[in-house]
């Protein structure tokens, strides 16, 4: 009698008003949680500046929600069993409504970085439920239209989370990028719950694997711990990265022993025996990380030496979603057609291209120059994540699409929070090296720099404020010079990781099930 609740029938589609306001609200979900992986890019100086920390130090804010965030992926199926679609998405929400609250009222930087661990843990289920739900909410003959509207939610938030987070940083204050999302998930919650909670999916009762859930919270931590502190601890001449290392790495292999032999495992590691979804999902992973540690550090720089405003560098961030949004839907519909492995090629060449353009910024560099590659990038975009998810997933059972999608997602974000700790940290220390190589010959001797002293003491500067001067502009050219190099370096690294893709096998087809999972990589 148990074994026909577990499936049930599809639900009938809803239709008129109810349709649009369950659609609505599902992606209201959607693009609250995608807004605030973009929103605090741009507030991080100010975030820094008001709670007295570095900015290096501030995208704590960025790297803690990504990887709560990621942890909390490969719990999603077993949650939704365990509590049902419905009540999971509407708690989800609720919960990420009043973790919003708390960040914007820390008062602390270890406040914030805390609730903005929460904020990732309970933001986890909230893309793959609301897809799911939409997907339940239209024809199986709609089924494309309403991915449509999901991806294109998903692809509007990156284009506004830096707009929206630059305005509110100048005009307001930065604890309002996080207050926003009260209204906005408060009605998405109640209006989900109101169309939805009679449409719960069944509940079941299913161990969870705490051993390997420990393990992973152990060995993710521990790793992102090591990576964020590292360069203000000197790397292993201290103790605790020491320590923080031996624990990421014990914890780790006991985590692979051990997922690879439970029965129940939290992250199902045996997909790796997979050809397309090793390459897939490491080629996917690794472009992510670093195409996201680029996205952070190019504001960084634009507010720290460029002198720009939240709002002025948010312009210059904000196009990378204009060519995505017009080319997904296309890519979408091609996928099947063409080749995805020549489709991601053409991503990665173009982030190439559009990093090696950044690579030529120089302290002259003016806005125009800073926009045209942002804006190139989104065409990069909108042939990167479809068609590597597409190859990633393909060749998987249906019964087995879920689990896949969970841990390529899970590597990804990961990725993406573990890239924005390694392109800060490298940016910081090539600055250092070139700022020492900038100041070698800047001897008491030196008549250009006795020269440039005179002129700032002639225009009333002490001999103090002068020698400060002169070290801003140094320190000016050498952040420059070090986002070209991590610019360039990430240029090359993209051109290497094409090799990844052509180890995968051209999908014999394009299952609807990895076109609905699809979206979900953004």
Not at 74 to 82: D, E, I
Not at 235 to 241: G, Q, Y
Request: hydrophobic share 55%.
């Amino acid at each position: 009698m148990s074994e026909p609740a577990a499936a049930p029938p599809r639900p009938e589609p809803l239709r008129g008003l109810t349709l649009l306001l369950g659609a609505l609200s599902l992606a209201l979900a959607t693009f609250m949680n995608v807004l605030d992986t973009s929103i605090a890019n741009v507030s991080i100086p100010a975030i820094a500046g008001d709670l007295g920390v570095s900015p290096n130090q501030g995208t704590w804010v960025i790297t803690s929600f990504g990887v709560a965030n990621a942890i909390s992926v490969p719990l999603t199926g077993w949650l939704t069993m365990r509590f049902g679609a419905v009540r999971l998405i509407t708690a989800s929400i609720s919960l990420f409504v009043l973790s919003s609250w708390l960040c914007g009222f820390a008062s602390s930087f270890e406040m914030l970085v805390l609730f903005r661990v929460v904020q990732g843990l309970v933001a986890g289920p909230m893309i793959p439920m609301s897809q799911t739900l939409l997907l339940s909410s239209f024809p199986a003959a709609k089924a494309g239209m309403a991915l449509a509207l999901w991806g294109i939610t998903t692809l509007v938030a990156p284009v506004v989370g830096p707009l929206l987070g630059g305005w509110i940083t100048d005009n307001l204050s930065w604890p309002w990028i996080f207050y926003i999302n009260v209204p906005v998930g408060l009605l998405s919650a109640a209006i989900t719950w109101g169309i939805y909670r009679k449409r719960e999916t069944p509940i079941r009762k299913l161990p969870i694997d705490t051993v390997g859930l420990t393990l992973l919270v152990l060995w993710v931590g521990s790793l992102q711990l090591m990576l964020d502190k590292g360069k203000e601890l000197d790397w292993f001449a201290s103790n605790e990265i020491v320590t923080l290392g031996l624990v990421a790495l014990v914890s780790f292999a006991v985590f692979v022993v051990w997922e690879l032999t439970d029965k129940h495992p939290v992250v199902d590691l045996r997909l790796f025996k997979g050809r397309n979804f090793t390459f897939g999902a490491l080629a996917l992973s690794v472009a992510y990380g670093l195409f996201f540690g680029n996205v952070v550090l190019l504001p960084l720089w634009l507010q720290q030496w460029m002198s720009y405003t939240a709002t002025s560098a948010g312009m210059a961030v904000a196009p990378v979603g204009l060519f995505a949004i017009l080319l997904t839907p296309l890519v979408g519909k091609k996928v099947g057609q063409w080749d995805p492995r020549f489709m991601a090629t053409a991503a990665f060449v173009i982030f190439a291209v559009v990093l090696w353009m950044r690579s030529q910024f120089n302290t002259q560099t003016d806005f125009q120059h800073i926009l045209w590659p942002t804006l190139f990038q989104g065409a990069a975009m909108a042939l990167f994540f479809i068609p590597l998810t597409t190859l990633t997933l393909s060749g998987q059972p249906p019964e087995r699409i879920p689990a896949a999608a969970g841990l390529s997602n899970f590597v990804r974000i990961m990725a993406g929070a573990m890239g924005t700790s390694i392109a800060t940290t490298i940016w910081e220390s090539r600055a250092a090296l070139h700022h020492a190589h900038l100041t070698e010959s800047l001897t008491a001797t030196n008549p250009i720099f006795i020269s440039a002293l005179d002129g700032l003491k002639a225009s009333g500067m002490t001999n103090e404020q002068a020698l400060l001067q002169v070290n801003r502009l140094i320190d000016q050219q050498a952040f420059t010079r070090a986002a070209d190099d991590v610019f360039i370096a990430s240029s090359m690294m993209f051109m290497v990781l094409i090799g990844l893709i052509w180890f995968t096998r051209r999908p014999a087809q394009l299952a609807g099930s990895i076109s609905k999972d699809a979206g979900g990589a953004h």
